[in-house]
């Protein structure tokens, strides 16, 4: 099956990924994760496969154009899978250089550091190589009134800092297919969510914060709309495009499961109640009470929902993951997990958090 380079296996997604692809290969394949630890990435998330003989973490910073040539170099690499990026729209508009300089400008790394161990003398390229680039929904800009999907062929329209990096990166991994032939996929999947998030992204923020009793922060009147897919359902896909995709081609990825952020703040609050037994002290802080409104987001998209036709015709991949099943296994995990919450919401992230909601 070969070697696997996964660029940020230590953030959420991929190391949801890694996983999945030891429990569907085992043995057989070989993964290489590159990540440069920012806040977002946690090697935590990966101990239980770190003594794998056909797993190697290397710390590099994709911005390192000689840490990651040497990768190339001493390694065979067969498949890239990137996820390494800036991920959180509203770091992106306190401070967007970052978000340039990681997403857009560490993309051109990656791609130039592949094309040249993977090019020919005669500009063509070796055979079964590929470059799978993660990318996400928000490209599309947002969906208004009487609009209905995204589809691959609806136009980029990125709206926060974030996006347009996304947008850039992607736009730079269709040039090199377009200019050089580079054997790539581009995938835009709308939100996750699941084991291993980052507390600062909406999910494990209201599951976290309603076990404490904290506020339930919500933006605006919460009526934005946003396409939910449980994480592994979006590994199953990013390995199936990797096998089955058509070189050249963008695949967007989604559930058709759009709910409001008010809604997924109440369904969380219900299924905690469900789950905590009567006697864990902790039943008695969650509560609708807890929900507060709060200035919106600068630029905040108003609807986003994705249109997953092309990749369920095209490959076959539909997601398994009811959203109801989703957030419970995602909200056991958390219940099973409460050392690491704990860890990742010491230290920086306390004082972002801090930062982000003290005058709302
Ligand atoms: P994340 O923030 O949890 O993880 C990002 C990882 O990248 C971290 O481990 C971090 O340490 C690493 N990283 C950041 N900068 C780096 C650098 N310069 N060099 C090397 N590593 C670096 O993000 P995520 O939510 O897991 O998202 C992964 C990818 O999927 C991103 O490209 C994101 O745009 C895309 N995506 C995310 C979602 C979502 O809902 N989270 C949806 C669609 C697409």
Redesign the pocket.
């Known amino acids: 099956m070969g070697t696997y380079l996964v660029?940020?296996?230590?953030?959420?997604?991929?190391s949801n990924y890694i996983h999945y692809m030891f429990r569907k290969y085992g043995d057989t394949i070989r993964i290489i994760n590159?990540?440069?630890?920012?806040y977002?990435?946690?090697l935590e998330n990966l101990k239980d496969i770190e003594d794998r003989d056909n797993y190697t973490f290397i710390k590099?910073?994709?911005?390192d154009r000689e840490a990651i040539e040497k990768i190339f170099a001493e390694n065979d690499i067969d498949r890239v899978v990137?996820?390494?990026?800036?991920?959180?729209v509203d770091r992106s508009i306190v401070n967007p250089e970052i978000f340039v300089e990681?997403?857009v400008l560490?993309t051109l790394v990656m791609l130039n550091a592949a094309k040249k161990a993977w090019e020919l003398p005669d500009g063509t390229f070796k055979a079964d190589k590929k470059f799978l680039h993660?990318?996400?929904?928000e490209v599309y800009g947002s969906l208004e009134e009487g609009d209905t999907y995204f589809y691959e062929t609806t136009p980029i329209d990125p709206h926060s800092p974030y996006s347009a990096s996304?947008a850039s990166s992607d736009m730079l991994v269709k040039a090199y297919w377009d200019t050089y032939r580079f054997p790539m996929n581009i995938t835009?999947?709308?939100?996750?969510y699941g084991p291993y998030?980052?507390p600062e992204?909406l999910i494990p923020l209201i599951i976290n914060n309603a076990l404490q009793g904290k506020k339930l922060p919500v933006y605006g009147d919460g009526k934005n709309v946003r396409d939910w897919l449980y994480v592994d359902d979006?590994a199953k896909a990013i390995d199936m495009v990797q096998e089955n995709g058509r070189l050249g081609e963008r695949y967007n990825i989604g559930g058709h499961n759009e709910k409001q952020n008010i809604e997924i703040i109440n369904i969380i609050l219900e299924t905690l109640q469900e789950m905590l037994p009567d006697e864990d002290p902790r039943k008695k802080l969650v509560s609708k009470d807890l929900i507060t409104y709060v200035t919106d987001r600068k630029g905040h998209d108003r609807r986003y929902a994705i249109a997953p036709d092309k990749i369920k015709e095209e490959i076959g991949w539909y997601p398994e993951t009811m959203f109801k099943d989703g957030i419970r296994l995602t909200i056991q995990w958390f219940f099973e997990h409460e050392d690491w919450m704990k860890n990742v919401t010491s230290g920086d992230y306390q004082k972002y958090y801090e930062d982000m909601y003290k005058n709302k």
């Not at 835009?188 to 996750?192: F, K, T």
């Open positions: 660029t940020g296996g230590a953030g959420f997604i991929g590159v990540d440069a630890l920012t977002a990435g946690n590099a910073d994709i911005r990137h996820f390494a990026a800036e991920s959180h990681t997403n560490g993660v990318s996400t929904d996304k835009n999947c709308s939100n996750n998030q980052f992204k979006h």
